[in-house]
């Protein structure tokens, strides 16, 4: 399978407890987004990587949570203190840098089957 | 406030029938409009992307509409399938190339 995977597909933890994801994108991808969705509602936008370069992350909910894509490949992210609003799928996605896609795809972004977070 | 609204209530209709999807939005100016499909326990599938100077874009029994100035992307589904059963999700391009989600709208075709 050469699609985006995501580990743990799914995390149950106790409140203040801090949980970290993985995310592994679509290997020639040099985009990597993260997202929230709670039940109801579309997919919430967090934060995103260019190779290894952070280029947006005003969006991360709080200085709990935190990404990392250290070498441009694989990327994690990290809830510290997790508190239960926390509880969510999570969601990770890879693109290629528009620039370089055809047309038609612009910023198509292939999505993986997100990591379930429960928080007690 | 910068808002992307779907139909909220899901959408029944009968196999063989055209399903349509309304997605509007405020105060955006977005240069493309996606369309992507959901099912549930998994990740959003991209469908279709238009971009603000085309009108309408197809793709097999799919069918997108973008007006500017009525700020809304009509989704039509033809002759559609039991399969077709998913939440389908409009999502626009801010800047920074990242996708704005809307809730999304609940489609049920019945045989």
């Known amino acids: 399978d050469t699609g985006v995977s995501q580990d743990p597909r799914h995390k149950i933890t106790k409140r203040g407890q801090n949980v970290t994801f993985r995310c592994d994108p679509i290997?020639?991808?040099?985009?990597l987004y993260w997202y929230r969705q709670t039940l109801g509602q579309g997919p919430e936008f967090l934060t995103y990587?260019?190779?290894?370069?952070?280029?947006?992350k005003s969006r991360l909910l709080s200085d709990r949570f935190s990404a990392e894509r250290p070498k441009g490949s694989f990327s994690t992210l990290e809830i510290q203190r997790t508190e239960q609003g926390d509880s969510a799928m999570y969601l990770c996605?890879?693109?290629?840098?528009?620039?370089?896609?055809?047309?038609?795809?612009?910023?198509?972004?292939?999505f993986g089957p997100g990591t379930r977070l429960t928080v007690l | 406030s910068q808002k992307i609204e779907q139909n909220s209530e899901a959408l029944n209709i009968q196999e063989g029938k055209t399903a349509t999807l309304t997605c509007n939005y405020t105060?955006?100016?977005?240069?493309?409009l996606q369309w992507y499909r959901q099912d549930p326990g998994r990740g959003p599938v991209f469908l279709l992307l238009?971009?603000?100077?085309?009108k309408e874009k197809r793709k097999e029994r799919l069918k997108v509409t973008f007006d500017t100035t009525l700020k809304q992307s009509l989704f039509h589904i033809t002759a559609s399938q039991p399969a077709d059963s998913a939440t389908y999700l409009c999502?626009?391009?801010?800047?920074?190339?990242?996708?704005?989600f809307g809730k999304g709208t609940m489609l049920l075709v019945s045989p």
């Open positions: 990587f260019q190779n290894e370069a952070q280029l947006e």
């Open positions: 238009i971009r603000e100077n085309e």
């Open positions: 290997s020639e991808h040099n985009r």
């Open positions: 999502a626009l391009v801010s800047g920074y190339s990242t996708l704005t």
């Open positions: 996605a890879s693109s290629v840098n528009p620039g370089r896609q055809p047309s038609f795809s612009y910023n198509e972004q292939f």
């Open positions: 105060n955006y100016s977005p240069a493309y």
